[in-house]
């Protein structure tokens, strides 16, 4: 005979585990922008419906309530990369949202891997409060790197616009900020389950928090208020030329392009820039072809008496191969090129197909995807009277690879990117605000130049001093001051070294 208590009892709560489970992954999302500034603040507490979901539950259990969590998590962060391959990138609608589904479950399955372990280490005495933090970012650090990378939705990011408390990126990198907003979570939970089951306060969690709270501000603030070097002033000027993604590629658009980028530059050099930055491949044509568009190029930079700075392809032959770049050009005021930059970091499926080499036929499911090839060295660009670190497009995401053009000499950083890709989608703030961190972690001023938006400029504190909306043709001119030796942060001498001390 059929016990229905006791299924109904199971039933109930199985229900209440998983919709707890599903809770936080909707929490998971809310914070990221460019959701109100406000709803930032629950990420604090996102992780709490989880942790109750996974407490005292099997291993089994936890790794599945944790597979709901990150999941829809990432399902609800990630879910413009099917605007990104299908409409701009040519791929099939249903393919593109089988790969969205893949990834996004690949990539929950690393929040239902911290939550098994959770789960095994309060079994085995281990404190929630030691155990969930050092997992969570082990796992982030993890995602920065495996299969080449993909660290986009760190929790981190989600405070990018509060610059008092994410100052001590300069130690930790963002990988320190997920860190205590995990603590706070654990703490939190720990506190209502105290009350709940009518225990004690855990004092020594709480008593860590605050501390590491009083250090958090009182950094934050001294800071904001610190005076960085500023002997060197440039005058720099940003285009924003809003070219439509299905009409860029296009021959009949060369020669219109140019002439946008044109008008925007001469007016940029009339309020006197001296070095006016393009969007990532700004001239749509392969620079290294002696075609009259290349010396219209270097005629704008020469008849301006400014410097340019613009995204364009490349390639080089070798041994009879060709080998085709995503590069930035630097050009002089006298009309020279004096640097280039290869990307080094490219995106899977959007400027080359991984594998393609063992399994051919992925080489087939887009026409539109690139075969690019990676840059082989980190490559600052020198002027008369600066010194810049170029990152191009999806570069701006890792964390190690831009304080390295810093540590080798950078005096400011400058993004270009071409984000009409992402359409009208929660992925161009979300960009935007991977770039605010790289600013704070380095102690520079950082300078975006998007084909579409979000372009802008920001300060060494993560200040946003002046940003544009997307898919508006728009320019400024902003000077920046810098030093001609700036003083390394931590974290660009020493990199994650936080985050390689709490995976080991």
């Not at 979901?53 to 259990?61: E, F, L």
């Not at 979570?185 to 306060?201: A, C, D, G, P």
Request: net charge positive.
């Amino acid at each position: 005979m059929i016990n229905h208590k006791g299924f109904n009892e199971k039933f109930n709560f199985f229900k209440k585990r998983y919709f707890l489970a599903f809770l936080s992954g909707i929490f998971l999302i809310l914070p990221f922008s460019p959701f109100p500034f406000f709803l930032s603040f629950i990420v604090f507490v996102a992780l709490i419906p989880l942790f109750g979901a996974i407490y005292k539950s099997s291993t089994k259990n936890a790794f599945f309530a944790g597979f709901i969590t990150g999941s829809i998590f990432f399902l609800g962060n990630l879910y413009w990369i099917i605007i990104a391959m299908n409409r701009y990138g040519g791929v099939d609608y249903l393919l593109t949202l089988g790969i969205l589904t893949f990834f996004s479950l690949f990539l929950g399955s690393f929040v239902a891997l911290f939550s098994s372990i959770i789960s095994f280490l309060i079994r085995k005495k281990i404190p929630l409060f030691f155990a969930a933090p050092f997992t969570w970012v082990g796992m982030e650090y993890i995602l920065s790197f495996i299969l080449s990378g993909f660290p986009w939705c760190l929790l981190g990011y989600t405070q990018s616009r509060w610059p008092l408390f994410i100052q001590f990126a300069d130690i930790t990198g963002v990988y320190g900020v997920s860190f205590i907003i995990v603590i706070i979570n654990t703490v939190i939970f720990e506190i209502l389950l105290s009350i709940t089951k009518k225990r004690r306060l855990p004092l020594l969690s709480i008593g860590i928090t605050i501390i590491l709270l009083i250090f958090i501000f009182s950094y934050g603030k001294w800071k904001l208020l610190e005076n960085f070097s500023t002997e060197k002033r440039l005058k720099i000027g940003v285009a924003q030329g809003n070219i439509p993604q299905d009409m860029k590629w296009n021959k009949e658009m060369i020669e219109m392009t140019l002439d946008i980028y044109e008008g925007m530059t001469k007016n940029l050099a009339r309020e006197g820039a001296d070095i006016v930055i393009w969007p990532e491949t700004a001239a749509p044509f392969y620079f290294c072809e002696p075609t009259p568009y290349r010396e219209k190029v270097l005629n704008i930079a020469k008849k301006n008496r400014i410097f340019l700075l613009f995204g364009a392809p490349y390639y080089e032959i070798k041994n009879k191969e060709t080998f085709y770049y995503n590069s930035c050009f630097l050009v002089s005021p006298n009309g020279d090129i004096i640097g280039r930059y290869d990307k080094i970091h490219l995106v899977p499926y959007g400027e080359y197909v991984p594998l393609k080499r063992y399994f051919p036929f992925l080489g087939k499911v887009s026409s539109e995807i690139g075969d690019f090839r990676s840059g082989k060295k980190i490559k600052n660009l020198y002027g008369d009277d600066f010194i810049m670190g170029v990152l191009i497009c999806f570069e701006i995401i890792f964390p190690d690879l831009v304080r390295r053009f810093v540590k080798n000499g950078a005096q400011l950083l400058v993004t270009i990117t071409n984000d009409a890709w992402f359409g009208k989608t929660t992925a161009p703030y979300q960009h935007f605000d991977k770039a605010i961190f790289r600013a704070v972690e380095n102690r520079v001023y950082l300078i975006r130049s998007a084909n579409t938006g979000i372009s802008g400029v920001i300060g060494p504190k993560g200040r946003v001093v002046i940003s544009t909306p997307i898919f508006q043709k728009r320019l400024f001119i902003k000077e920046i001051s810098f030093s001609n030796h700036p003083h390394q942060s931590f974290y660009t001498k020493y990199g994650d070294i936080f985050s390689r001390i709490i995976l080991i």
